[in-house]
């Protein structure tokens, strides 16, 4: 993620905070977003799609717009998305010529995007909020949520996350951000391991996947600000058995 030149962080709203990227994207720094399906989501995620014939969920919490979701749906499985920002979901939609309809709940502040040809929802509330029934979730993919939150949040999005998991069904993949360079400091904001334990452990068993350096990735889509080292560290959460 690269939403990080110095001037990206002369921002009014408090990092973090959804008022916070409704700004980015109204500014068009989008950074973080990419191109193409993203190097973990492919290694780990597209074999488990490919595997099964069976209709698997994939929730994608503070989803953007990201074309892993596309790649959900072309291996024929389900996705709901949630995000906070509305013209992210209808670019996502445009830029996909995925066909759409619009259900939208004043009471809850939320409004849900539908494909009409495909199995696709995407709700576009506050994640913090969202109340909406949802159908057990195979997996959940959280690239960008986790560390693009204030990280006084925290505590609050990992008991969203836990309640929106199926148990003994739901695998959890966060895609945490380590770097070094103290001069910098977010978002992406730093989620360690021992970060990721604190937060899941005392419930979920967490085993790290991979850590993969994006050093040279994100310094070529940074604006302004180069960073010595970065890398993306993937873990997998699953709840303990009770
Ligand atoms: C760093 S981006 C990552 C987007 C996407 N996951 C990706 O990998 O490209 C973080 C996203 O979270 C959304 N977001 C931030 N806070 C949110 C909140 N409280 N509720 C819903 N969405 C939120 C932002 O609008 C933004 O699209």
């Not at 995925?98 to 939320?110: L, P, Q, S």
């Not at 960008?144 to 204030?150: C, E």
Request: with cysteine; net charge negative; glycine share 6%.
């Amino acid at each position: 993620m690269s939403d990080s030149s110095k001037d990206e962080q002369t921002s009014t709203c408090q990092d973090g905070t959804l008022d916070f990227w409704a700004q980015k994207w109204q500014q068009n720094k989008i950074g973080f977003h990419r191109t193409v399906v993203s190097h973990l989501f492919e290694k780990y995620m597209i074999p488990k799609l490919t595997a099964t014939k069976e209709q698997l969920c994939v929730l994608f919490t503070l989803c953007g717009k990201t074309l892993d979701m596309v790649a959900v749906l072309e291996a024929g499985h389900r996705v709901i998305g949630i995000e906070g920002c509305q013209s992210g979901v209808e670019a996502f939609f445009q830029e996909n010529n995925i066909k759409y309809e619009i259900e939208k709940d004043e009471t809850n502040k939320c409004q849900t995007y539908k494909g009409i040809e495909c199995p696709l929802t995407i709700y576009v509330t506050d994640f913090f909020t969202f109340n909406k029934s949802i159908p057990p979730i195979d997996y959940i993919w959280d690239r960008g949520g986790l560390v693009a939150i204030n990280p006084s949040t925290r505590e609050q999005y990992r008991d969203c996350l836990i309640r929106m998991m199926a148990p003994e069904r739901t695998q959890l993949f966060v895609v945490a951000i380590n770097y070094t360079d103290l001069t910098y400091t977010g978002p992406p904001f730093v989620v360690n391991d021992d970060n990721i334990q604190t937060l899941f452990g005392s419930t979920c068993s967490c085993e790290l996947v991979e850590a993969h350096d994006e050093t040279e990735e994100y310094n070529s889509r940074a604006v302004g600000h180069r960073i010595d080292f970065i890398e993306e560290r993937l873990h997998l959460i699953v709840q303990k058995q009770t």
